[in-house]
């Protein structure tokens, strides 16, 4: 991925050469044509097209946000709400991400979502333990965090 | 009513939800019953509600006075690094030390993991 970049900037720096120019339109210019080349060439690069990757982290941002919004109200309803009818508890959750800054990140967003918040980690980095502000329903909490964050750090790792 | 009218109303909103949500996370601090339902509050609708305010601060000074501030864009994202561990932290010391949950909580899977380690 970071050559295919570094190529690119090179790439950009060629058409400024060939352009007898030093404006940063023409560099722009210059990685858009090289970004057309990468993409041409990129069955012959031992990782996959860069601009993927750049697409699953906003994907990834997009989700974070739509989370944080929606589970804001959540939370902000269990508070003003007259009664206290809440059933907080600590869910497992297994997951299917190896490396550390993975697991790292997942953590991070799911204790940033309101309502969740990671209390520990096993000893073999497979299960998180979640604190949850509603735990009545365990099964789902565990789907819609597999089926969101985890989908969407997977696919930036890929 | 011209484009800054609208402008000055949009950074009304932003800030004035900002500011709501930091109320609602301190009476959140009050109602609930024990440390790990009151981070909740704390580090969760805190966040939300100090990134309202910075966001409309700096689209009054970009949209208004012409003048681009990045460092309010730095802190929303240093608030959004560090909160999340500082959370983490608290409710995992808590549990360490064996604050207890609510009498109302439904389950605890951490408990049985808890024991097998004090027993190694």
Redesign the interface.
């Known amino acids: 991925m970071a050559f295919q970049i570094l190529l690119n900037v090179f790439l950009a720096l060629v058409w400024m050469f060939l352009k007898v120019s030093n404006e940063p339109i023409d560099f722009l210019v210059g990685y858009f044509f090289g970004l057309l080349l990468v993409f041409t060439f990129r069955r012959f690069f031992p990782s996959r097209f860069y601009l993927l990757r750049v697409v699953a982290v906003i994907n990834l941002i997009a989700i974070f946000i739509k989370e944080l919004l929606l589970s804001n109200i959540a939370v902000l309803k269990v508070i003003i709400k007259p009664k206290l009818d809440i059933q907080p508890g600590i869910f497992a959750l297994p997951t299917e991400l190896k490396k550390d800054w993975e697991i790292t990140l997942l953590s991070n967003l799911i204790t940033l979502t309101p309502g969740t918040l990671v209390v520990d980690i096993s000893d073999d980095n497979q299960t998180l333990y979640i604190h949850a502000m509603d735990a009545s329903d365990a099964e789902a909490a565990i789907s819609s965090i597999k089926n969101t964050f985890e989908k969407a750090i997977m696919e930036v790792s890929r | 009513m011209n484009v800054i009218e609208i402008v000055k109303v949009i950074i009304g909103i932003c800030i004035a939800l900002g500011a709501l949500?930091t109320v609602?996370t301190a009476?959140?601090l009050i109602?609930?019953?024990?440390v790990?339902?009151r981070?909740?509050?704390a580090?969760?609708?805190a966040?939300?509600g100090v990134m309202f305010v910075l966001a409309g601060t700096f689209l009054y000074f970009y949209l208004l006075e012409g003048h681009m501030n990045s460092r309010l864009i730095l802190g929303i994202v240093f608030i959004?690094?560090t909160?999340?561990?500082a959370?983490?932290l608290i409710?995992?010391a808590a549990?360490n030390t064996n604050v207890k949950?609510?009498e109302?909580?439904?389950?605890?899977?951490?408990?049985a993991?808890k024991k097998e380690r004090a027993g190694e």
């Open positions: 949500l609602v009476v959140g109602r609930l019953p024990d790990y339902t981070t909740h509050a580090s969760k609708a966040t939300l959004f690094m909160s999340p561990v959370g983490h409710a995992r549990y949950l609510w109302n909580s439904v389950q605890d899977d951490l408990a993991v």
